[in-house]
């Protein structure tokens, strides 16, 4: 990271490399839809969003780890998308689809603030006496939305799709507990209030793909995604009488201020590409599938971080499915995600540390570094047709 001392000269600090931990994170999705007619199709799900579980140590050779002021854990996040849709073929050619859904659960995270003063009298910018542990558990969270698809067969081998899903807008309660810092500036210190309020957007989404039939047992399909997550530029913290009381060298009471945690992400871009091939092997029908697919980061460079990792990535993926009696399906499937090594300059860093303590304290962010990750995926499903 970049510091800038009370006279104006830029120090560089250099830190350990963190190496973060993630359990198997399982993603389940169930659904079940009921053909009325050709007019009508009524289907119901919940599937499991992908929310990142890593975890990074407290301490790192000893010292206080230098993540510390950007992620602890997400570990206890608890989400759903839950949904209801129906469908209709109103000509040969068309098929249309509408549905709505729902993010809800709640949503926890660790980080640290750091509560020395910013004038920097007392304490240095990272010093681990003004370290205060906090945890961060929003919700319950309702952020509802809506999505709507049409498919159109303009010849009995090609099928051409467009899609598009609304925006979410989490807006919800929150609790903030915060462990205060051991320096004896604290020793009679206590906080009071844990109640807080937090809003942000997630993004809306469009899709379009083309899928070519050549023959009855091959499958080629092209499509194109693009996630606005330009509209993810700020977590919006709202302390509601939070506030540190009995200070020493501080007024009586400190109202905790609101908490803007800047993100500035982008739009994102990604290309897929995927071909399914049907065969009969030991008398069963079987399908192979393979695909590959690359995506651009929803991150700028200057603002990456351990709360916020996403890379221009590629996966390459395998499956197939064995069809069992008159119904049943088992599919499977490897991928592995190929991630982008992304290098963020302490000169050019924007993630600062988070302060109760008003001030008027230069940026001095705690983002810079070199940022890797890779993962693999392993899936497994069951299908059963009436």
Request: hydrophobic share 40%; proline share 8%.
């Amino acid at each position: 990271m970049q510091i800038v001392d009370s006279q104006g000269t830029v120090h560089r600090v250099e830190s350990p490399t963190i190496q973060g931990t993630s359990p198997i994170l399982p993603l389940p999705t169930g659904a079940v839809s009921y053909r009325f007619s050709k007019y009508l199709t009524v289907a119901t799900g919940v599937l499991a969003p992908y929310v990142p579980l890593a975890s990074y140590p407290d301490r790192v050779e000893g010292q206080p780890s230098p993540a510390r002021y950007t992620l602890g854990s997400f570990n206890g996040s608890r989400l759903a998308l839950p949904g209801v849709w129906v469908a209709s073929e109103p000509a040969g050619f068309l098929r249309v689809g509408v549905g709505v859904l729902a993010l809800v659960g709640t949503f926890r995270s660790t980080i640290t603030f750091s509560a020395s003063p910013q004038d920097r009298l007392v304490g240095a910018p990272e010093q681990p006496e003004y370290d205060a542990a906090a945890k961060l558990e929003v919700g319950p969270i309702f952020a509802p939305s809506a999505n709507a698809g049409v498919i159109l067969v303009p010849h009995e081998s090609v099928r051409v799709g467009f899609s598009g899903q609304l925006p979410m807008h989490i807006d919800s309660d929150a609790v903030l507990t915060t462990r205060l810092p051991s320096s004896v500036v604290f020793d009679s210190a206590k906080v009071t209030g844990d109640r807080a309020h937090v809003q942000f957007d997630l993004a809306a989404i469009l899709r379009a793909g083309v899928e070519v039939r050549p023959d009855k047992d091959v499958r080629v399909e092209v499509s194109y995604v693009r996630e606005l997550w330009s509209s993810h530029d700020v977590i919006y913290a709202t302390p509601k009488g939070i506030s540190l009381d009995g200070v020493i060298g501080a007024p009586p009471s400190v109202a905790m201020p609101d908490i803007e945690i800047p993100r500035n992400y982008q739009d994102t871009n990604s290309f897929r590409l995927g071909a399914e091939y049907g065969f009969v092997a030991g008398g069963y029908r079987m399908d192979a599938r393979a695909g590959v697919s690359t995506e651009s980061s929803a991150v700028p460079e200057e603002y990456m971080s351990l709360s916020s990792l996403d890379f221009d990535k590629t996966l390459v993926a395998i499956g197939g499915s064995l069809h069992v009696g008159k119904g049943w399906r088992f599919d499977a499937l490897y991928g592995h995600v190929f991630a982008k090594e992304t290098y963020v300059s302490p000169s050019s860093a924007q993630i600062p540390r988070i302060n109760p303590l008003k001030g008027n304290a230069p940026l001095e962010a705690v983002n810079g570094g070199t940022y890797r990750a890779s993962s693999d995926l392993i899936g497994v499903g069951l299908r059963y047709e009436l």
